[in-house]
């Protein structure tokens, strides 16, 4: 499982697909969330204005991603 590190409150899921390498603008993340079998905490999302907070885990095309803080 990969890590995503959090330096504010949350991150959104069009941020988490452009930091993994799945999109490279916010117009192409715009794209792919109704395109990549994505699931937050295994629950099928489709909204890349998500809020995604530390614990939560994504999964985006077979690809696991947790959220993290960044003192933890």
């Known amino acids: 499982m990969e890590e ?3 330096n504010r409150e949350f991150i959104t899921l069009g ?4 930091i993994s390498g799945f999109a490279s603008s916010g117009a192409q993340s715009k794209f ?3 395109e ?3 699931s937050v905490n295994d629950l099928k999302e489709n909204r890349r204005g998500r809020k995604l907070f530390a614990g939560d885990i994504v999964k985006i095309s077979g ?3 947790l959220i ?3 003192d933890s």
């Open 36 to 38: 990549l079998a994505i």
């Open 32 to 34: 792919l969330v109704k």
């Open 63 to 65: 690809r696991q991603f």
């Open 15 to 18: 941020q988490v697909l452009q």
């Open 4 to 6: 995503i590190v959090l």
């Open 68 to 70: 993290k803080n960044e």
